[in-house]
């Protein structure tokens, strides 16, 4: 039977519902009957260019249409086409049979600048106009992805349809009436019939709630009047079904002129990008119309036996996540869906009868496998591919080819990436992740390590998501090549940058990344940053990064003698205007205030140390200009003048409690404060004549913060006994004052540490009276003094651990005494 003799006279109108397999399924079928001389396709003109590419063997779907303005490429949108999609099915189909395929919705040019209008109108968060619940998945078309839902309801031809026949799922009545429908039969009855089915929709509810797409139809009848100039009647057209009814109107050319007159545009330049299956999915924010894309995909290339060989991929992926799973299992699983779908009145199992079946068989009832099984099989996380030779800006080029370098593949899922910076190819990968995050392509983000936290080591997590090639066309503004654009972008976030703290970041990043040719600039905004920021809380949160910059630079080998003169300046500006800043400060301010003497105590302990001073030599000073110090001349002696800010600190009643608490720790814990002294200073705060909510703000300070202060208390007695002896000297009145403190900082500790405290206290800890070294109590493991023997045994582990145990001649006795007094 002829199509001629299967169909009405004019061009063969396919009305399809979007990403369906039976639908597509269903075209292939019907271009194999009729044989047109053309096959026209719902999608933007501008990629009639593009089509040929689709034949090449390196393009794999899932794949998109890229469209974005040439002036400001962030204004973009996707049509998305996967395997199972009928528009991607007749293009294959043209392509293998020598046949021209046109594109013939709207231009991009025109649905570029309604995206744009309908965000500022609106603010709504950006959508497949397909996503409108099933309306969108047999009428607004395969794209834009990126274009705004309108203001107006919009009718779901699925849903009136599956209401009229009795059915309240329309995904369901979908699947049963079209998905399951069998092959055979008149290729063309399902087309009439659904276009009968929306030609009775359109009368009832006209366009649907979207005036748009008239004009979109009035575009699609001028393309298809104009290849039925060209090649007659003899042209098959592939659109969303709700079209089919608008394409088969009696309109006159003026009239849909008439309505494209005067519609407002912008250049805009196409390509195909890879898209996802998960990205195809409502459940990730992409409204495709389906729930479901790796279950869509298992029946458009299953050849038979859908269920069975569903079943034994879901077995296959239980199995090697080591769960115990047989044939016995699919055999059982495959013969329980069937079961489901006879006793629900469906032709076959559907998804909804398989998963049944999956949970009950495979996965004992748990929805945890289950999940699994969504995340990897019903949904997926298939890439597509397209050509290296697909048009693509210079950006993309330079990224593919650093991609292809690096051996650095993207991929759908998720993975994790250990990098070792000493390593010349894990180093190009952290440099590429680095500059690429510069330029907001978030294709990697940094992971805590599960190993070494030196800085050597970096984790990163890697996804490619299909957005990232919009973020890439983006970047493409700052250069050609990534290292180009990365550093012109991190010249102009210096420039804007709102703070003090921002910029010294952006130097950390640049170091990060690999930026030598951008840390002149960074380096002269930070300095007149830092030279009008008299805040001191605002520097100490700068210094910090600019340490760790030292740091990376150092592993990296880059040359940071600029950053090293900045940062001391920093911290010398900080080491003035410190204690001043420290007075008068209520108990938010003050907390505050805390952190950030603990973050400079940090900074300060790093920027002394030799690592951060072994630097490449810097070049001579030009002629006529002085010589700046070097950078060790610039760090000699910081830590002994910070130890002199805390000295101020601990003994100036003016500061706050908890600042004073925390200079006192840090002196303790730095050997620049005898034990002795630091009890005779919690003394004097816990004396009668200190406030209590004062007192208590002193010993958060000290021993709280998370900084090992419950080890403290446990190994010094002396300590413990203040405290406890000042506690239980409280008075009622004002112990309600002081426990939600004292609360937030022993909640801290560890439960061992607190274990163990209590132990401590409820045998009572004793001091001798004249102060001396604390009573023996008896508790296994704690003894009066430090045990040196014990402590002499942990030095030959401690030395190879710091890499002190090298050839060299016989050690000086000197050594093990300045260890064993460190470890003190």
């Not at 274009?147 to 329309?170: F, K, Y």
């Given at each position: ?26 075209v292939?079928?019907?271009?194999d ?29 899932p ?22 999609s ?7 189909w043209a ?23 309908e ?15 099933g ?7 395969p ?9 107006a ?26 998905e ?5 039969g ?7 019939v ?41 042209v098959?057209?592939?659109?969303g ?7 088969r109107?009696r ?41 479901s ?9 299953a ?14 992926l239980l ?61 997926g ?11 693509a ?13 690096l051996?650095?593949?993207?991929e ?16 190009g ?51 050609t ?33 690999g ?71 209520d ?10 003497v ?58 706050p ?5 925390r ?43 998370g900084?090992?202060g ?10 413990l ?35 163990t ?26 003894g ?11 030095l ?15 050690a ?13």
């Amino acid at each position: 039977m002829t199509a001629s003799r299967t169909r009405e006279g004019g061009p063969l109108l396919l009305g399809v519902r979007h990403h369906g397999p039976g639908s597509a399924r269903a075209v292939r079928a019907a271009l194999d009957a009729a044989r047109p001389a053309a096959v026209l396709i719902e999608g933007p003109p501008e990629a009639d260019a593009l089509i040929p590419l689709a034949a090449d063997e390196d393009m794999r779907p899932p794949v998109a249409l890229l469209a974005h303005a040439v002036d400001e490429p962030g204004r973009s949108a996707f049509w998305p086409f996967a395997e199972f999609s009928p528009e991607w099915v007749a293009i294959r189909w043209a392509l293998s049979h020598d046949v021209p395929a046109r594109f013939i919705d709207l231009p991009a040019t025109h649905t570029l600048v309604w995206q744009q209008d309908e965000k500022e109108e609106d603010g709504k968060e950006e959508k497949d106009d397909r996503g409108q619940e099933g309306r969108g998945d047999v009428g607004a078309g395969p794209g834009p992805e990126g274009a705004a839902a309108v203001d107006a309801v919009r009718v779901d031809p699925l849903a009136v349809l599956a209401e009229t026949a009795g059915h309240d799922d329309p995904e369901r009545w979908w699947e049963d009436v079209v998905e399951h429908r069998g092959a055979g039969g008149d290729p063309f009855v399902p087309f009439t019939v659904l276009g009968e089915a929306m030609t009775a929709l359109r009368e009832a509810y006209g366009a649907g709630g979207d005036d748009r797409d008239l004009v979109r139809e009035a575009h699609m009848r001028l393309r298809l009047r104009a290849a039925r100039r060209e090649f007659g009647d003899d042209v098959a057209v592939v659109c969303g079904a709700w079209h089919v009814p608008a394409l088969r109107q009696r309109a006159t050319v003026a009239a849909d002129r008439a309505l494209l007159k005067g519609l407002p545009k912008v250049k805009a330049e196409m390509t195909w990008v890879p898209w996802t299956h998960r990205r195809l999915s409502r459940a990730s924010g992409y409204g495709a119309g389906i729930h479901s894309p790796g279950w869509y995909g298992h029946l458009f290339g299953a050849p038979d036996r859908p269920v069975e060989r569903w079943m034994t991929k879901v077995a296959g992926l239980l199995r090697d996540e080591g769960r115990a799973v047989s044939s016995a299992h699919v055999i059982e699983a495959v013969r329980l869906a069937g079961t489901l779908a006879a006793m629900r009145g469906r032709p076959l199992p559907g998804l909804a009868e398989t998963t049944d079946a999956v949970r009950a068989v495979m996965c004992d009832g748990s929805d945890v496998p289950l999940s699994l099984v969504h995340e990897r099989l019903v949904v997926g996380d298939v890439l597509g591919e397209v050509p290296e030779d697909a048009p693509a800006v210079p950006l993309q080029r330079d990224l593919a080819r650093l991609q292809r370098g690096l051996r650095l593949r993207p991929e759908a899922s998720e993975r994790e990436l250990e990098l070792d910076l000493r390593k010349e190819t894990d180093a190009g990968r952290s440099g590429l992740l680095h500059r690429l995050r510069l330029l907001g392509v978030d294709w990697g983000l940094p992971a805590v390590s599960r190993g070494s936290t030196g800085t050597f080591r970096e984790t990163w997590r890697l996804r490619w998501e299909p957005e990232l090639s919009v973020r890439v066309a983006e970047a493409g503004v700052w250069g050609t090549t990534v290292l180009a654009a990365a550093t012109a972008r991190a010249e102009a976030d210096a420039v804007m940058a709102p703070s003090l703290a921002d910029v010294t970041a952006l130097a950390e990043r640049c170091l990060l990344a690999g930026l030598p040719d951008a840390l002149p600039v960074v380096m002269r905004v930070l300095a007149d940053r830092a030279a009008l920021d008299a805040d001191v809380g605002h520097l100490a949160q700068a210094l910090p990064a600019l340490v760790r910059s030292l740091r990376y630079g150092d592993v990296r080998g880059t040359d940071t003698h600029a950053l090293t003169d900045v940062a001391a300046g920093l911290a010398e500006r900080i080491f003035v205007g410190l204690p001043p800043a420290c007075a008068a400060l209520d108990a938010d301010a003050a907390e505050e205030m805390r952190a950030h003497v603990d973050a400079v105590h940090t900074a300060v302990g790093l920027l002394g140390e030799p690592q951060a001073q072994r630097q490449r030599p810097r070049p001579a000073a030009a002629p006529g200009h002085g010589q700046a110090p070097s950078a060790p001349a610039a760090t000699e002696g910081m830590r002994d003048r910070w130890h002199a800010v805390l000295t101020v600190l601990s003994g100036r009643d003016s500061v706050p409690g908890v600042v004073r608490g925390r200079s006192v720790r840090l002196l303790l814990d730095d050997g620049r404060l005898a034990h002795d002294e630091a009890a005779r200073l919690m003394g004097l705060v816990l004396s009668p004549g200190t406030a209590p909510g004062d007192a208590a703000a002193w010993i958060e300070g000290f021993v709280g913060g998370g900084a090992g202060g419950g080890m403290l208390l446990v190994h010094d007695e002396r300590l413990l006994g203040l405290v406890d002896a000042w506690l239980t000297g409280v008075p009622a009145e004002a112990f309600t004052d002081v426990l939600p403190l004292l609360r937030r900082t022993f909640s801290a500790y560890e439960p061992g540490v607190r274990r163990t405290l209590g132990e401590l206290v409820r045998r009572g800890p004793k001091t001798r009276a004249d102060g001396g070294s604390p009573v023996a109590t008896g508790i296994p493991g704690f003894g009066p003094a430090l045990d040196t023997g014990r402590a002499d045994a942990v030095l030959p582990a401690l030395r190879l651990l710091l890499g002190l145990d090298r050839p060299a001649p016989e050690a000086d006795p000197a050594d093990d005494n300045d260890l064993v007094g460190a470890t003190r």
